[in-house]
């Protein structure tokens, strides 16, 4: 892993910390303050934006990029770049291209499982397979993140409903990232590949959930057909 | 360093004894609509089976030392998936019960023993353990009232015991000579066989 500079090292230290205090302030603020927790933007980003199936794959993203050369997250910085703008801007194309996927109009285009696979895929790997795959992963996790807050957007195109998301995924990543970088620990590569797994068997048991066909014992039961036959007498009002 | 050890033991005999409550022998295949995040996280926290063999895996890497560490907790989820579809597909695996409390008794007796094969061995016999626990849970999950959350929650709480079990498996490795561990290992594998007699009788 490259070295930065002493000073550049000090000032990360403390930078990833302070940003996860200051995001966490601003959740619990939302969450219990009578103001903020009346606005619908703030009970659907609590809702929907911190739901764990949204945030775990940046959680995910997040840790890759505290494991892999500050050369290696330079090269993958630009691919989210251009997955999470892409998706927002030309969301269309995107959907067009998961369409492919059988049932995906039903489940939110397998968003979720998606981003849960990739990131999966680069952690689990070693060290110089996660230098690899987290410019790709980096890609796909951030398109699916901005094709998610389009998706879920109940406002039908009110901005603060596309960029108050946005700034949580960044934050969630950076806080992450930043934090974990500033206090490596050997047994991270352990637990990155742990993490890496259990991220990939929840992609493939949330998308194979998906795209189980519902059990029979699920299926409402039928239903009540009322008596019209007319040898029955109807009670006059 | 002493301290620690013993700390782990109480939370260890703690969780035990709250995993190992008396239920009914096939507690761990349930039936009906289960919820979302909580109840996928919950389910392997409050079912003893599933517990004793999450820990045990963890454990047992743990004991081993090496690459075991990890690649047995690694490998666990990612075959338990191959037979969560399995359940999900409805294909038939019978003996489910039996393999889930083979895999209590089995990894239980590893540990006792301090058997340390070679990891490929390890490898194919946890492979087997998670596609029996694999099946129990994939059947349910399309049952469940939020399939995704379900499964998140589920997952979590499988790899958190994976890593209780390492962080009590590589703080009980050495004081004693290891015989801590062995000791605990020994109580798994009685676990092991009070759920093997009722799952061998219900057959």
Known sequence: MSRLSPRREAWLAWCGPALAALGLLTIAAAALLPGLNDSPLARWILADTLAPARILPLIGFGFALAMISATAVMAALPFATVGIAGALLLPDRLLALLDLIPKAATHLFFAGPISFLAIGAALVGSDRWRTWLTPPAALIVAAMAGLMVKLSDPSLHEPAYTWTPVLATIWIVAAVAMTLRASQRPWFSIFARILGSWLLAIGLLYGGASLMPPKPDLAPPPMPVPDVRPDIPQQQP | ?203
């Open chain 2, 1 to 203: 360093m002493n301290t620690m050890i013993v700390r782990c033991m109480a939370a260890a005999a703690a969780i035990a004894a709250l995993g190992s409550w008396p239920l009914p022998a096939a507690a761990h295949i349930i039936s009906g609509a289960q919820g979302g995040f909580g109840s996928g996280f919950a389910h392997p926290l409050t079912g003893p089976d599933h517990f004793l063999a999450m820990f045990a895996v963890g454990l047992w890497g743990a004991q081993m030392g090496g690459r075991a560490v990890w690649t047995l907790p690694v490998t666990f989820p990612l075959i338990m998936v191959g037979g969560g579809i399995m359940g999900m597909l409805g294909l038939p695996l019978p003996g489910i019960e039996i393999g889930i409390a083979l895999s209590i008794l089995a990894l239980g007796l590893a540990i006792s023993l301090a058997w340390r094969p070679v990891e490929w061995i390890a490898l194919i016999l946890i492979s087997y353990f998670a596609l029996c626990h694999g099946y129990a849970h994939g059947a349910e999950l399309p049952l469940s009232a939020d399939p995704a959350d379900y499964a998140i929650g589920f997952v979590l709480a499988t790899g958190m015991i994976h890593l209780f079990g390492i962080g009590v498996g590589l703080a009980l490795n050495k004081p004693v000579g290891g015989k801590l561990a062995r000791g605990l290992g020994a109580l798994i594998g009685l676990g092991g066989i009070y759920f093997l007699v009722p799952a061998v009788t219900a057959a």
